[in-house]
């Protein structure tokens, strides 16, 4: 396994340093589709010319692509966040039966604390239930080595390796030192037919040969053979902790005379030298964010520790927890009186000013219509002001659970009810829910938020939007031509800032006798087309005001109440949508001109 010349430092996030790790490990291939905290790996990986890196439909496709890319001899890597390892999982567990030819990293972001989550799922599991190698690291430097070293540790191994981190190591500045690339080695492929064809007769037979290769996995890592598996540091003999990731950091701010087993390979552990360190002290700890996996282990080796009895399974750790669950007798006092202090404004999330999502949820509030949600920004339809979303699932969801509902409901309750998804969402895994819904002769509505980017994750484009990842031209997709040709013939258009026009639209949809699809179309004010007309900003004409303030209901960040009790327009803020215009019955904002 060669070894990097390191070359100089630099401060990189944990997500550019495992970007940085593919690029020195001479990959070819990346395919990923975004999702925070991962996206920022595919988007680093993307500036380095010589990979191919591209956002895929969705994280199955990703992984598949990645698969195909190995297969054919080329080092390869797919990222995701964890609920999209539960779209890859299909491919990613068949692959651990098939091995690879090109090294293969499947990386995987967890968040503990759901700072941008709908569930704190501990990707650990699907290791153990896939059978492979998983790496975490605890920061950035790890997050180059481990993923450097992994793709040699695919090809030695003969598997798919995953790397594992979580929203602090991923979004975390750490310095590291970078080495030079190796080459991209195309390795010749050779037809295995009982290697790379799982039928039941061949699957049989590779999952022997999955099941010695984690006995070999972690025998080796117990003899010091597998780089990063693990590190010890002494303490004074009484309390000794065990733990990966980003609690190794705060372990290390915490119990400073602890010692320390730190995890580098979470799975397929090794026992033996847990074991042997286990003896070095009174009192052993697993320190580990979200489920007990490694302390479920460890006890079922027989090694006596304590973890979850004494710490939460929910939410990130932090020093201050540690030292309160481990070491209270070290805690200092606080610098101010924490109780004195009034509790901060609550800063509830909002659509950005010109967002055109705003308007239509405005019109399915005014509708009293059922909402089946999707992930998205437009998932905030579910708060004030407009409370217009009954259910958010995952992504794609929505689509089926409208036909659900239609199949489970009379007429009537069928149509007050829609199905809402963003563009880049219907094309994950949207479609073939639609299809779905047209082959079982729904009466379901879907309307679909086409603001022409990937928004939550950052703006990242997508097949419909007509730009690739490296923002060159791409074959745009006709959303219009594709649900027409999956069976689709109440098809409608509006655009989603004209409130009046959208309850228009989507009264008439809802009331046809078959699956209808509103296409709601309007780019996202945060790119350049969607970016309004500085000359046409609104103003407000305090003649015509009435300060009902129905407007500022809206909670556009461009407005709010002035001291004088009338609305304010912030020139800066407004992005020309004229969504306020429309909602104000008295025409005193006005797009255009000076204020009065």
Not at 40 to 51: H, L, Q
Not at 414 to 438: C, E, M, Y
Not at 546 to 553: D, G, P, Y
Request: hydrophobic content about 40%; charged content about 20%; some cysteine.
């Amino acid at each position: 396994m060669s070894q990097p010349v390191m070359t100089e430092k630099q401060i990189l996030l944990g997500n550019e340093a495992i970007a940085r790790g593919a690029y020195e490990a001479g990959v070819k291939v990346v395919s990923s589709y975004p999702g925070t905290p991962s996206t920022e790996i595919t988007e680093n990986a993307a500036k380095y010319p010589r990979i191919a890196t591209e956002w895929a439909t969705n994280e199955k496709v990703g992984l598949e692509v990645s698969y195909g890319a190995s297969l054919g001899g080329g080092r390869a890597m797919s990222c995701m966040k964890h609920v999209g390892l539960n779209v890859a999982a299909d491919p990613l567990f068949t692959a651990s039966y098939t091995g690879v030819n090109g090294g293969l990293v499947v990386v995987v972001a967890d968040d503990p604390g759901m700072h941008s989550s709908q569930n704190e799922q501990d990707s650990r599991h699907y290791a153990r239930s896939a059978k492979l190698m998983m790496f975490e690291p605890s920061d950035s430097q790890e997050c180059l080595d481990m993923t450097r070293a992994a793709f040699a540790l695919s090809e030695k191994y003969d598997t798919p390796v995953m790397l594992r981190v979580t929203t602090r190591v991923a979004h975390s500045r750490t310095p590291v030192s970078v080495g030079e690339p190796q080459d991209q080695v195309i390795k010749p492929y050779v037809k295995d037919t009982m290697k790379f064809v799982m039928m039941p007769g061949m699957a049989i037979k590779r999952h022997v040969v999955v099941e010695q290769r984690q006995a070999q996995v972690a025998n080796d890592a117990d003899q010091g053979m597998i780089p990063n598996a693990f590190s010890v540091k002494t303490g004074d003999g009484q309390l000794g902790i065990i733990t990966s990731g980003m609690a190794y950091q705060y372990v290390r701010g915490a119990l400073p005379q602890a010692a320390i087993f730190k995890l580098g390979l979470v799975y397929p552990l090794p026992l033996a030298q847990i074991r042997a360190f286990a003896q070095t002290v009174e009192r052993l700890v697993i320190v580990e964010e979200l489920d007990p996996f490694l302390e479920t282990e460890i006890k079922a080796a027989g090694i006596v520790c304590e973890g979850k009895a004494l710490l939460t399974l929910q939410g990130e750790y932090s020093v201050a927890r540690l030292k309160a669950a481990l070491a209270e007798a070290t805690i200092l006092a606080p610098a101010f009186d924490l109780a004195s202090l009034e509790p901060a404004p609550a800063r509830p999330p909002v659509m950005c000013a010109g967002c055109p999502h705003k308007g239509l949820f405005m019109a399915l509030s005014r509708l009293k219509v059922i909402v089946a949600g999707d992930i998205g920004c437009y998932t905030l339809g579910a708060l004030a002001p407009t409370h217009a979303m009954d259910v958010c699932l995952c992504m794609g969801a929505s689509v089926g659970m409208a036909h659900g509902i239609d199949k489970v409901s009379d007429t009537e309750m069928s149509r007050k009810t829609v199905a809402v998804i963003g563009d880049s969402t219907f094309l994950h895994t949207g479609i073939s829910s639609l299809i779905n819904s047209v082959y079982n002769r729904s009466t379901s509505t879907l309307i679909i938020l086409d603001n022409s980017i990937t928004g939550m994750t950052g703006h990242q484009q997508n097949a419909a939007s007509g730009l690739n990842i490296h923002n060159q031209g791409a074959p745009e997709l006709d959303l219009v031509a594709l649900v027409r040709a999956i069976g689709v013939t109440a098809i409608h258009e509006v655009d989603p800032a004209d409130i009046r026009a959208c309850q228009r639209v989507i009264k008439q949809a809802i009331d046809e006798p078959m699956v209808s699809v509103v296409i709601a179309k309007r780019p996202c004010a945060l790119i350049p087309s969607g970016i309004g007309d500085k000359d046409h900003v609104v103003h407000l004409d305090k003649d015509l005001c009435t300060r009902c303030m129905a407007c500022i209901k809206i909670m556009c960040p461009a407005l709010q109440k002035g001291p004088d009790g009338y609305p304010h327009v912030d020139p800066n803020i407004c992005n020309s949508c004229h969504l306020c215009t429309r909602v104000c019955g008295f025409g005193a904002l006005k797009a255009g001109g000076e204020a009065i």
